[in-house]
């Protein structure tokens, strides 16, 4: 027992010395790419998951090849039956506008949330470009915060160059949040807003929400343990300011974000709402920003908000304002 107890507190105790040890693996916390769920779905055949879907890789940088679903609008599908890559890459001009869902981490773009949100907005009349980013899933490469927010920039704009001129909004979901701001404040720094920024359960800091972890919460008490976590985040060159980016970013954005959040909490989705309200005044632009919470009986969580049967009015909602 008593060899038991002294077992338990060196494993205890030894956690920040191996996190200031290794900062590496509270990277491949975050990450968590290794984790490839679904095992059993192949990524190179969407069809046993999602219909009227092709799957290409792009190049988005020497050595790297990410992995992208295109899942065709809903009015697009019957035409879709045995067509080819280049078949669909033309159809990225048809007017339809185009959505590219930035996942959150874990697992693959086969995650049921993540697929069941984009069958939702394929019928809702939409295109939608799923990827893995570089290190995920088919995906090569290792992860790293410049290199997922590259790898959404490179997509955005070679569906920029199909789209001819159609509406292109990114969507982050989680860790994809933080990706997708990154990517818009990039575009806005070389003078070329994003259409449009729909977050879906964002954070303000991907640190907080690491401080907010049942594990990190068990040494919060410790002096100095806050300090360290954001010291070895810093050594994995992990930021992911959701609330630094949107001070200054002017595109149109769409917050969505359940209070029964158990993965980022509600108040944190919340708080970016305040920053953006507070940058659209600041920055003097009529930029829509809009902000939907679902309440704690819908039971929606971290990933589940595909559930509203609304969710497709909301979104076309939100994006039609921009065209007019
Ligand atoms: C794809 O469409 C076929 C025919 O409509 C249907 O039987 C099948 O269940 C669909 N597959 C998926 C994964 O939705
Ligand atoms: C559905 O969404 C639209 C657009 O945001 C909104 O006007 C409407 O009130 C919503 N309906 C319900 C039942 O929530």
Request: charged share 15%; proline share 4%.
């Amino acid at each position: 027992m008593k060899r038991a107890v002294s077992f338990l507190i060196t494993v205890y105790a030894s956690v920040p010395v191996v996190l200031y040890l290794f900062p590496w693996i509270l990277g491949h916390a975050i990450f968590a790419h290794l984790l490839r769920f679904p095992f059993f779905v192949d990524l190179g055949r969407p069809e046993d998951v999602v219909n009227h879907t092709c799957n290409f890789y792009l190049g988005t940088e020497e050595g790297i090849s990410v992995g992208v679903w295109h899942t065709l609008p809903a009015s697009q599908w019957e035409k879709a039956a045995g067509k080819s890559p280049e078949w669909y890459r033309e159809t990225l001009g048809d007017g339809h506008p185009v959505i590219i869902y930035l996942h959150g981490n874990v697992g693959t773009r086969a995650i049921k949330h993540r697929v069941e949100l984009v069958k939702v907005l394929s019928t809702a009349g939409y295109h939608v470009l799923s990827l893995d980013y570089r290190g995920f899933g088919d995906s090569s490469g290792e992860p790293s915060e410049a290199g997922l927010t590259s790898d959404a920039l490179y997509l955005y704009q070679w569906v920029k160059q199909q789209s001819r001129g159609s509406l292109v909004c990114l969507w982050g979901h989680s860790l994809g949040s933080g990706v997708a701001t990154n990517a818009a404040a990039k575009l806005q720094e070389k003078g070329s807003a994003l259409d449009a920024l729909i977050l879906e359960a964002p954070y303000t800091r991907i640190g907080e929400v690491v401080a907010n972890h049942p594990l990190a919460k068990m040494y919060m008490f410790l002096p100095g343990f806050e300090s360290l976590l954001w010291h070895v985040l810093e050594r994995n060159n992990i930021e992911f300011a959701n609330d630094k980016n949107l001070k200054t970013l002017t595109s149109p954005l769409l917050i969505l974000h359940a209070e029964d959040d158990n993965v980022v909490p509600y108040h944190m989705g919340l708080k970016l709402y305040q920053i953006s309200l507070q940058a659209q005044k600041t920055h003097n632009t009529d930029a829509r920003v809009e902000m939907i919470s679902y309440t704690a009986n819908r039971g929606f969580s971290h990933s589940s908000i595909y559930l509203d049967p609304n969710l497709s009015n909301v979104v076309q909602g939100f994006l039609q304002k921009l065209r007019q």
